[in-house]
């Protein structure tokens, strides 16, 4: 699937699984994303901008004054863009609004937020993301003092919503930080963490892999390279663990594997296609633009891996350029590498829009 396909959704939709609290299974329809971009100024800023900042303005408006405080923050709060991670809230505690303390009418136009700031893939992956954790806390042996589900997430805003001025939204829990920064007509997600435990859990009688695309156009390039090409790539038979994960903003690392100037058109093509799935989660104008831009230096970009290379094996890989690093990682906690996947996305030049300015 391309990236920036649309994915229509038809409601607002929060059901009840059994006992469990109220999952999200689908997201804001299209006729309420058509309103916000009806209700959109025009230039100086994209039409996903000020969708964005309307959303943003209405959330913040749907809360009471307490509430309020709790979610925002100044945009120059070096310490709250930093407070992320993959591990759950009662191992590293989050500041801003939790999901559990919204009420229904709160929740929608968090929703709202979320879709009119992500591109439909991006949405639907993160829901996706929340509805794991709600299915790992509903397995069995779970530790009592951990806490898992969707009421576990947090929101935050740094800077005031606007269509010019830059601003950003996070949002993440367990094995979820997205950390969007918007500025006028452009913005970014990085760093941002993507994660899935269970890497494939039911929901409504269907098969969800919040991270499935990741993992099976992965194993497609690596086996579309040549014998030579891999032994370049291929950095060890074990699968090794995030570089640049949470707590590692601004450390450098040398680039290893195969360079991609070695590779052909179609080896190329099956590379932006796996880079899209990170790079796809915000609008598809930014989108468009950040995959232009990884694919003037894809000269300078390579490719490495470690494991085995048959698919459904549990296997590291990263993809590094100038402006771009993606990393996936298999977990051994939990007893099945592939079911714990953790994956970091950064742009060492603009991580948190530091080229916006403003702070």
Request: glycine residues 12%; negative net charge.
């Given at each position: 699937m391309n990236p920036r396909t649309p994915i229509h959704f038809t409601t607002v939709l929060f059901v009840a699984l059994s006992a469990s609290p109220l999952l999200w299974t689908s997201a804001v329809g299209a006729d309420a994303q058509a309103h916000y971009y009806k209700t959109t100024p025009a230039a100086p800023t994209s039409a996903s901008t000020a969708a964005a900042t309307l959303a943003a303005q209405s959330f913040i408006e749907s809360l009471d004054a307490g509430t309020r405080a709790k979610l925002l923050f100044a945009y120059g709060n070096e310490a709250q863009r930093a407070n992320w991670s993959n591990l759950p809230v009662t191992m590293v505690p989050r500041a801003g609004v939790r999901l559990g303390d919204l009420n229904a009418g709160q929740k929608e136009k968090l929703l709202a937020l979320l879709a009119a700031?992500?591109?439909?893939?991006?949405?639907?992956?993160?829901?996706?993301?929340?509805?794991?954790?709600?299915?790992?806390?509903?397995?069995?042996?779970?530790?009592?003092?951990?806490?898992?589900?969707?009421?576990?997430?947090?929101?935050?805003?740094?800077?005031?919503?606007?269509?010019?001025?830059?601003?950003?939204?996070?949002?993440?829990?367990?094995?979820?930080?997205?950390?969007?920064?918007?500025?006028?007509?452009?913005?970014?997600?990085?760093?941002?963490?993507?994660?899935?435990?269970?890497?494939?859990?039911?929901?409504?009688?269907?098969?969800?892999?919040?991270?499935?695309?990741?993992?099976d156009k992965a194993f497609e390039l690596i086996n579309a390279l040549t014998e030579e090409q891999r032994t370049s790539a291929i950095l060890g038979s074990k699968f090794r663990d995030l570089v640049l994960g949470p707590g590692h903003d601004g450390k450098k690392i040398a680039p290893e594997g195969v360079k991609v100037s070695t590779f052909t058109d179609s080896q190329k093509k099956l590379l932006m296609e796996l880079t899209g799935e990170w790079v796809g989660i915000v609008h598809e104008s930014a989108a468009s633009a950040k995959m232009a831009e990884i694919k003037a230096n894809l000269a300078d970009t390579y490719f490495a891996w470690s494991g085995p290379t048959t698919p459904g094996s549990a296997a590291y890989f990263r993809i590094q350029g100038p402006t771009v690093v993606i990393e996936y990682a298999p977990q051994n906690l939990g007893g099945n590498a592939v079911n714990h996947i953790h994956t970091i996305y950064r742009d060492p030049t603009n991580d948190y829009g530091s080229k916006f300015g403003g702070r």
């Open positions: 700031t992500f591109s439909p893939m991006g949405y639907q992956k993160i829901l996706e993301i929340v509805n794991g954790d709600e299915a790992l806390k509903n397995a069995p042996g779970n530790p009592p003092n951990l806490l898992f589900g969707s009421d576990e997430f947090f929101v935050s805003i740094l800077g005031t919503p606007s269509a010019t001025t830059p601003w950003m939204l996070q949002f993440g829990g367990h094995h979820l930080a997205i950390n969007v920064t918007l500025g006028g007509s452009d913005s970014v997600a990085t760093p941002s963490l993507t994660a899935a435990q269970p890497a494939t859990y039911q929901l409504d009688g269907k098969t969800i892999r919040p991270l499935g695309r990741e993992n």
